[in-house]
């Protein structure tokens, strides 16, 4: 019970720092690229996992462990970072935000896939509940305008969730912080290149909060987050960790709200409270 319960917290402490990511990118896409954006953030997280690994003189990952590893940083090192930066041009962090809510699913559908996690039937119905609730909301305020970053989304959710499972498998391993240092470190000959040729024709016009977006997505979203996050997932449960993330767009949308200065509708608040409650019955018929 112990073990369950730091689990949640160290789970839950991550989707915290996972609720800025959305906004943070919607930042730095106003002056960046999406693709020098998700090239940057991944090079800088990796330099800074790739020393943290020498520092503490951490063991290579052996032969077995690199189709994981390669899971892990096309989800979440380069799948869903490239795919919701080029969403947020078309819709805001606040719709964005929303499209999480079904994140929660995909993890659960690919920690029974490639884990051997077998949830009972309440869990299921309440992480179903969970997803309605957003997708339904979803379904009701899309429109032509917003289809593009509605399906980017869509993608960037189920890149995430197939990176997530396969990290927090891979943690119970390796350890939670080690993966996704060695998932950066193994990304850096590719997006090292890639923000070189992509580097912009001049800084001088981006803004500080363009900066700022970009230094907490490559610090918090994909290292720090992840330290905890991953941690959560191989304690507590994959599957039922997982269904914490049906709270970030609860936190997000405050967030898009304070700094972005979006609207926040009622349909939005109803959605996520919805989905918040399901998070608390998940929770309890998660074992």
């Given at each position: ?240 960790v997982g269904q914490l993330q049906l709270m ?40």
């Amino acid at each position: 019970m112990k073990k369950l319960t730091q689990g949640w917290i160290s789970g839950f402490i991550g989707v915290v720092i996972f609720a800025g990511s959305l906004p943070a990118t919607r930042l730095a896409v106003m002056d960046f690229d999406p693709v020098f954006l998700t090239a940057t953030r991944a090079t800088l997280a990796a330099l800074l996992g790739g020393m943290v690994l020498l520092m503490l003189k951490q063991r290579l990952p052996t032969k077995t462990d690199l189709p994981a590893l390669t899971i892990v940083t096309l989800g979440v090192v380069i799948g869903f970072p490239l795919l919701s930066a080029m969403a947020l041009q078309y819709v805001t962090s606040a719709h964005a935000m929303v499209f999480l809510g079904v994140l929660p699913l995909f993890t659960a559908i690919f920690a029974v896939w490639r884990g051997d996690e077998r949830p009972p039937a309440l869990f299921w119905l309440f992480a179903l509940l969970g997803s309605l609730f957003v997708a339904g909301y979803a379904a009701l305020n899309s429109d032509s305008t917003s289809l593009i970053g509605g399906l980017l989304m869509l993608g960037a959710v189920i890149a995430c969730g197939l990176g997530y499972a396969e990290g927090g498998r891979l943690s119970r391993v390796l350890g939670g912080w080690q993966v996704i240092s060695w998932a950066l470190v193994l990304s850096l000959p590719i997006m090292l290149p890639i923000m070189w040729f992509t580097w912009p024709e001049s800084l001088i016009e981006v803004s500080a909060t363009a900066w700022a977006g970009l230094i907490y997505v490559s610090l918090f979203s994909m290292f720090i987050g992840f330290i905890f996050w991953y941690r959560g997932l191989a304690l507590g449960g994959i599957a039922a960790v997982g269904q914490l993330q049906l709270m970030q767009p609860f936190m997000g949308l405050a967030l898009a709200a304070l700094l972005l200065h979006e609207m926040v509708s009622t349909g939005m608040l109803i959605s996520t409270l919805g989905a918040v409650a399901c998070v608390v019955g998940a929770k309890k018929y998660a074992v």
